[in-house]
């Protein structure tokens, strides 16, 4: 699986890249960012934190803007962040902002035009993960972090896969898609009309019913436009009443959705992704 | 003086916001941002460390990508981010980036079409700091930073004011317009081909002839592109022999002209500076 290198800078110690390479399970050229903390070597592998951006994201947003560098060189601990969506020109797209290119909610569509390259679960799950721990001095010891969109991708994947991930993190997610306008637009595309089909990418859902025990933390700000209509935190607060593992939601008052929230919090995160990551 | 809030974030326990006013000294309206720290109260007035950017940048770069609110909230630092140049369609331009709106030099312009509005020396040191002590909680106390262009207009407005301001800091200055492609292409259009007149904002020529003393830290990346064409920090460093003030400049290794960069290091800078604005 070859990659080429895009653009590479060195930040905090650290070292920024930026690669293309051909992704099977989408179909298309994928470009993805990597934070490599100075520890990393092939003889002392690093954990990776995988972070999925929101709506209309590339890559470039978090790491440009979220400020977590620091933190992490000092954690030792190394970032991935994929695009949002598959992209290139075949790829089929929407007008809106909330559909299509830059917002491939991480699953795999089953409806045409869209399935023939927006599998993006299996690309975040799979793939990424082999292509990352095949060409870069990181270990297996994975954790899962987003934002708003990427912030239900991290949430429905974490909870899907409990014995890959060792904790999950979210920013504002869309807490309850199968309720909220930007999840029954992208479902009912991506997924078609049976509802039933949409529950198995909705993190209320999945908390409600999961065995699992991974730790979760999540930051809301109470002064997100979006709150009310398209992320609905209740939901998943009351469908962790019956959650075996650490679930904690906080509400951060005065903050938006905009990464100056994420950059105010992102070091908390990270305490709390090295805590999993780092522990024997 | 009127200001018109255009936009407002909580960020790391404090406030970014961003005016457009009327501004005289430039003859347009200006936007400008502003991060004030959880501190900052009518009673408890904090200083202001005004940050210049580089060439095609605005008020947005630095607040956006810098990562420096933590630090300055910790510090008790209020940040002020003035746009590049003067902007609007009555306002000359040019088509390269490093010419024209993006790129005022943060001098005062002589020659037409650029006298009109290019006067962003006065912009900065005069119009736009009465305007910021009298309409947020801030002192008179207040120091002074920048990028590459922004680097070389701190250092200079610093050295020619040297009772405004407590400390000059800089990250990739220009340290010698006169003699470099950037340099000699704006103060030769803003200025005119008399080279006695450019003289009066190079950095190297004003540290040298500096009878002052104040603080100054400069970083640079080695691995700078801009390094021994535009920026000439050897000649900074060579006029600092008979400077009476602290002067340092850091190369630092590996790093380039990105926000990245800055980002690195912007922490020790704003320590740089809290030390000097808190000292009695």
């Known amino acids: 699986m070859p990659i080429e290198l895009v653009s590479q800078t060195k930040v905090c110690g650290g070292l920024h890249q930026q690669f293309n390479h051909s992704a099977e399970t989408l179909n298309c050229t ?44 000092e954690l030792g601990i190394a970032i991935v962040a994929p695009d949002t969506s598959p992209r290139g020109d075949d790829v089929a797209d929407d007008e809106g902002y909330d559909m299509g290119k830059g917002a491939g909610f991480y699953l795999n569509a089953t409806q045409q035009p869209w399935a023939a390259h927006y599998q993006m679960y299996d690309y975040v799950v799979d793939e990424l993960p082999k292509l990352i721990e095949s060409n870069f001095p990181v270990s297996s010891i994975k954790s899962i972090s987003g934002h708003s969109m990427g912030g239900h991708g991290a949430l429905t994947i974490g909870l899907k896969n409990p014995d890959t991930y060792r904790a999950i993190s979210a920013f504002a997610p869309i807490g309850n898609p199968v309720n909220c306008p930007w999840g029954q637009k992208a479902f009912t595309s991506y997924l078609g009309d049976n509802q039933q089909d949409w529950l198995a990418y909705d993190a209320s859902e999945l908390l409600r019913k999961s065995s699992a025990a991974i730790s979760i933390l999540v930051d809301q700000g109470d002064a997100d436009t979006f709150l009310a209509e398209q992320l609905k935190p209740e939901t998943l607060i009351d469908a962790a009443d019956s959650y075996d593992g650490s679930f904690e939601l906080r509400m951060q008052p005065g903050y938006d959705h905009s990464y100056y929230f994420i950059s105010s919090f992102i070091d908390d995160h990270l305490n709390f992704h090295a805590a999993n990551l780092l522990a024997s």
């Open 30 to 73: 994928m470009r993805f960012a990597i934070f490599l903390p100075p520890q990393a070597s092939e003889s002392s592998k690093v954990p990776v934190l995988y972070w999925l951006s929101g709506l209309t994201c590339t890559d470039e947003n978090f790491m440009q803007k979220a400020g977590a560098f620091k933190r992490a060189a």
